[in-house]
């Protein structure tokens, strides 16, 4: 940290001897709240120069500087990782909506070839999407490997440094389940693959929101803490229930080819639908005549709660939007971007009937899993920001330095 020599004087002019501070032996550590700091060497100029203590706050102010640095480009590679990780989810939707996740029965080989040197001239059907996405796949591995290393060799915070290593887990985690839904050929694990795959996105989310400038502000918002708790704890439900309906969602894509009901919003005809025995072997009967799968209960239901749980969500999302503008009406940030996550379920919705209508296009049902992942992306932001609002109104984060309080700078988050 750089100051003027007027500033310098100026500074030694306020820290001459003075009954009511304390006076430090030349070569001393100076103690700061949490305990001793080694940068803080105070110079043995002598055994009461005001120097030697103006000596050590500007070093210590500087280290504190430094600890609380930002990486613009770190920063804009874990956004860059987030958005190469939706197209990812994409190009997942779409081998799932045209239901070509065998087009390349091997792996990690294609076709006997290494993933990387396999013939373009063979990018053909339902083969191009299929090793389009393994390919997208190692691509976001790279990343991810990237963008855990920069994190581990310049974040001071440990817990940012962690959640980059979590990533490099889950990353990895996702290229076996896609290896094992090849080889075992099992439904299951597609489901799981489908529901980590999102859930992966939410932490690169929450990795590239932490590293920013304005995360850093957060803590000094001056919102009530009492009044603003429900919000946050609002905010973390809509979210965890938007997770519970891409599962949903997943379990219904990868569970069974065709729609369960075939009619929005009505079911089979009716808004309640009939899943008796006699009801299903009607419903069965009319689409074995139309070359359709059978359905049971369970999948109708399924499609059912997937419904309810869409009008709930989109219920408390207005909700939260309502109360961000009357419990933090100068939160700018935080109030657009509640009307963006309105508008998102909104668009959401539709999506999901036009999927119905469509009978499940491939394009349209892509499209309806990318939203979901943005759907739950804004809820994971949105999530992070009240918790952080509300824990630095708890820790109550001074707003002067400490250099010239003798305080301890808070610990960075």
Same mark, same amino acid.
């Given at each position: 940290?750089?100051?003027?020599?007027?500033?310098?004087?100026?500074?030694?002019?306020?820290?001459?001897?003075?009954?009511?501070?304390?006076?430090?032996?030349?070569?001393?550590?100076?103690?700061?709240?949490?305990?001793?700091?080694?940068?803080?060497?105070?110079?043995?100029?002598?055994?009461?120069?005001?120097?030697?203590?103006?000596?050590?706050?500007?070093?210590?102010?500087?280290?504190?500087?430094?600890?609380?640095?930002?990486?613009?480009?770190?920063?804009?590679?874990?956004?860059?990782?987030?958005?190469?990780?939706?197209?990812?989810?994409?190009?997942?939707?779409?081998?799932?909506?045209?239901?070509?996740?065998?087009?390349?029965?091997?792996?990690?080989?294609?076709?006997?070839?290494?993933?990387?040197?396999?013939?373009?001239?063979?990018?053909?059907?339902?083969?191009?999407?299929?090793?389009?996405?393994?390919?997208?796949?190692?691509?976001?591995?790279?990343?991810?490997?990237?963008?855990?290393?920069?994190?581990?060799?310049?974040?001071?915070?440990?817990?940012?440094?962690?959640?980059?290593?979590?990533?490099?887990?889950?990353?990895?985690?996702?290229?076996?389940?896609?290896?094992?839904?090849?080889?075992?050929?099992?439904?299951?694990?597609?489901?799981?693959?489908?529901?980590?795959?999102?859930?992966?996105?939410?932490?690169?989310?929450?990795?590239?929101?932490?590293?920013?400038?304005?995360?850093?502000?957060?803590?000094?918002?001056?919102?009530?803490?009492?009044? /603003?708790?429900?919000? +946050?704890? *609002?905010? @973390?439900?809509?979210?965890?229930? #938007?997770?519970? =309906?891409? !599962? &949903? $969602? %997943?379990?219904?894509?990868?569970?069974?080819?065709?729609?369960?009901?075939?009619?929005?919003?009505?079911?089979?005809?009716?808004?309640?639908?009939?899943?008796?025995?006699?009801?299903?072997?009607?419903?069965?009967?009319?689409?074995?005549?139309?070359?359709?799968?059978?359905?049971?209960?369970?999948?109708?239901?399924?499609?059912?709660?997937?419904?309810?749980?869409?009008?709930?969500?989109?219920?408390?999302?207005?909700?939260?939007?309502?109360?961000?503008?009357?419990?933090?009406?100068? /939160?700018?940030?935080? +109030?657009? *971007?509640? @009307?963006?996550?309105?508008?998102? #379920?909104?668009? =959401?919705? !539709? &999506? $999901? %009937?036009?999927?119905?209508?469509?009978?499940?296009?491939?394009?349209?049902?892509?499209?309806?899993?990318?939203?979901?992942?943005?759907?739950?992306?804004?809820?994971?932001?949105?999530?992070?920001?009240?918790?952080?609002?509300?824990?630095?109104?708890?820790?109550?984060?001074?707003?002067?330095?400490?250099?010239?309080?003798?305080?301890?700078?808070?610990?960075?988050?």
């Amino acid at each position: 940290m750089r100051l003027r020599h007027r500033q310098v004087r100026s500074s030694l002019k306020t820290n001459r001897l003075h009954p009511s501070r304390p006076q430090v032996p030349a070569g001393s550590l100076l103690f700061c709240g949490g305990g001793l700091r080694p940068a803080a060497v105070v110079a043995p100029f002598s055994y009461r120069a005001p120097l030697s203590i103006t000596v050590a706050e500007l070093i210590w102010n500087s280290t504190a500087v430094r600890d609380h640095r930002y990486n613009k480009w770190l920063n804009r590679f874990a956004w860059l990782t987030c958005v190469a990780t939706l197209f990812l989810i994409c190009s997942g939707g779409m081998v799932t909506s045209k239901n070509v996740g065998l087009a390349v029965p091997d792996w990690p080989t294609t076709f006997g070839y290494n993933m990387f040197l396999f013939p373009v001239s063979k990018w053909v059907g339902g083969i191009l999407f299929e090793h389009t996405h393994r390919l997208m796949g190692s691509l976001v591995g790279f990343l991810t490997i990237i963008l855990a290393m920069w994190l581990w060799l310049s974040e001071d915070r440990r817990w940012v440094r962690n959640l980059g290593v979590i990533a490099l887990a889950g990353v990895i985690l996702q290229g076996i389940l896609g290896g094992l839904r090849v080889t075992m050929m099992k439904d299951e694990i597609g489901v799981f693959h489908a529901c980590v795959a999102q859930a992966f996105l939410g932490l690169l989310v929450v990795i590239a929101l932490v590293t920013t400038k304005f995360w850093r502000a957060l803590e000094n918002q001056p919102l009530d803490t009492q009044d /603003f708790t429900p919000t +946050k704890t *609002l905010a @973390i439900a809509i979210t965890i229930a #938007i997770y519970v =309906q891409l !599962a &949903l $969602g %997943a379990t219904m894509r990868h569970q069974h080819r065709d729609l369960a009901i075939l009619d929005f919003p009505t079911a089979n005809g009716a808004w309640i639908p009939d899943t008796s025995a006699t009801a299903l072997a009607k419903i069965n009967a009319w689409r074995d005549a139309r070359s359709l799968s059978d359905v049971t209960a369970l999948q109708i239901w399924l499609q059912m709660a997937h419904r309810f749980l869409a009008f709930i969500i989109a219920i408390a999302v207005i909700a939260f939007c309502l109360r961000v503008r009357r419990d933090a009406p100068r /939160f700018v940030a935080l +109030k657009r *971007l509640s @009307i963006f996550w309105v508008a998102v #379920i909104a668009c =959401q919705i !539709a &999506l $999901g %009937a036009s999927t119905i209508w469509s009978n499940k296009a491939a394009d349209v049902a892509t499209a309806h899993v990318a939203l979901g992942a943005v759907m739950l992306s804004f809820g994971v932001s949105i999530s992070a920001i009240c918790w952080r609002v509300v824990a630095g109104s708890r820790h109550g984060a001074p707003n002067v330095s400490p250099a010239r309080t003798g305080r301890a700078l808070p610990k960075p988050a």
